[in-house]
Nanobody
């Protein structure tokens, strides 16, 4: 069974940085996508970035583009999301999720309906 465990959340001042990690285990599919999502209090869950396993192609929503970078440590089967220049509006619970299958081009999007496995989430709080 696929298991995802996030880590790296915390409290940081505006303008600061954090690095989230997502350790994946039990993955048997050769092709899959890892997505990062976040949910702020009182708001719907938002997909912010994803990466596919075959090509390491990535996608970012505009609100995080240039500030967040998704990457993959193949040896450790761990995915990272360094987050720089954080704003208070980045405050949310951050989740990683896995979608089995090959996603590329316009199909490579963090749409939560595609993702079957989810981590427990990690809190990111950015103070002003």
């Amino acid at each position: 069974e696929v298991q995802l465990v996030e880590s790296g959340g915390g409290l940081v001042q505006a303008g600061g940085s954090l690095r989230l990690s997502c350790a994946a285990s039990g993955v048997t599919s050769r092709d899959y996508a890892i997505g990062w999502f976040r949910q702020a209090p009182g708001k719907e869950r938002e997909g912010i970035s994803c990466i596919n396993s075959r090509d390491n192609k990535t996608y970012y929503v505009d609100s995080v583009k240039g500030r967040f970078t998704i990457s993959r440590d193949i040896a450790k089967n761990t995915f990272h999301l360094p987050m720089n220049s954080l704003f208070p509006e980045d405050t949310a619970v951050y989740y990683c999720a896995l979608a089995e299958g090959y996603y590329a081009g316009p199909a490579l999007r963090p749409r939560d309906i595609l993702y079957d496995y989810w981590g427990q989430g990690t809190q990111v709080s950015v103070s002003s």
